[in-house]
């Protein structure tokens, strides 16, 4: 159908200058959320209620625990986390989101902060969830903070809301939605958390999920994804236009409404017990 997919990088030089340039491009990336933190709120998905209580199954009902939403955006698992019965603190670096997190959810204690330095006490929280978020952090700097404001036996785990690509068109979808700043979808989100000796073995589980859209409200959805929120306002506008062209070619979301299908991946692991 004519389109033109854009390959994964750009043309680089040696090693070093590659790293360094890819470090940029993630902590642009990282930090492109807030400029359309209003389309975020309205066109990503929400988490299954089923995902987010194997999250914190481990962590103890009575009294309501005490779960800190980490990179919390906008809210949108915050939303799970309360539905699950939490009491939720949210810690989020950007204004734009934190502001929309706050006019969503006004009952919600949301501070300003980091993975990497947490505002909150030592040994704090029973949980620690990062939902679309952990690959953002810096884990190095992150797993000990981690531990730092656990409690004992405490829970982090990690959520991501990911395209079921088994499907056809989703997974040309992902092909037709690149841009310069695209990377392969594994250097982003890995199937599994990196060893640490502070917590236990991680565990892993699928959940499947849907968003109902329309080809106009996923172009939307896309929209707030970084690696088309950090290119150039001509290639945006140009990679949304690919996107909505394909999604009215395709029968299967040509017209009205249809279920996009997600599978919410869930990282679970503990504080090991010393
Ligand atoms: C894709 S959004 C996910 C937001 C929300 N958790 C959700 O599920 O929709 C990623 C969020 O991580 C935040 N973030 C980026 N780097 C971070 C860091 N080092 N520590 C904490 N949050 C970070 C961003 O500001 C952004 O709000």
């Known amino acids: 159908m004519g389109l033109r997919h854009r390959a994964y990088g750009g043309r680089m030089g040696n090693t070093t200058d590659r790293d360094a340039s890819k470090r940029a491009l993630h902590a642009r990336r990282a930090a492109s959320f807030g400029a359309k933190a209003t389309d975020y709120a309205e066109h990503r998905p929400d988490y299954p209620l089923a995902a987010v209580r194997w999250a914190l199954e481990a962590v103890p009902t009575v009294p309501a625990p005490v779960v800190l939403d980490l990179g919390a955006g906008t809210g949108k698992l915050t939303e799970g986390l309360l539905a699950a019965g939490a009491t939720v603190i949210a810690v989020e670096p950007d204004d734009g989101m934190r502001i929309e997190l706050m006019r969503r959810l006004p009952g919600v204690r949301a501070y300003e902060g980091t993975a990497e330095e947490i505002p909150l006490a030592d040994g704090s929280v029973a949980a620690i969830v990062a939902g679309q978020a952990f690959h953002w952090f810096d884990q190095e700097r992150a797993f000990p903070e981690f531990a730092r404001v656990l409690q004992k036996g405490g829970t982090f785990a990690a959520l991501w809301n990911t395209d079921d690509t088994r499907v056809d068109w989703v997974a040309e979808l992902g092909r037709v939605a690149r841009t310069d700043a695209s990377v392969p979808p594994l250097e982003l989100v890995s ?84």
């Open 191 to 274: 199937r599994k958390l990196p060893e640490h000796p502070l917590f236990e073995d991680f565990e892993a589980a699928e959940f499947p999920h849907a968003q109902r859209r329309t080809a106009e409200s996923l172009t939307a959805t896309i929209g707030t994804h970084s690696h088309t929120l950090v290119v150039s306002p001509q290639q945006r506008a140009e990679v949304l236009r690919r996107i909505t062209e394909y999604l009215r070619g395709r029968p299967e979301t040509a017209e009205g409404e249809f279920d996009l299908p997600l599978v919410t991946l869930v990282l679970r692991t503990t504080l090991r017990r010393r």
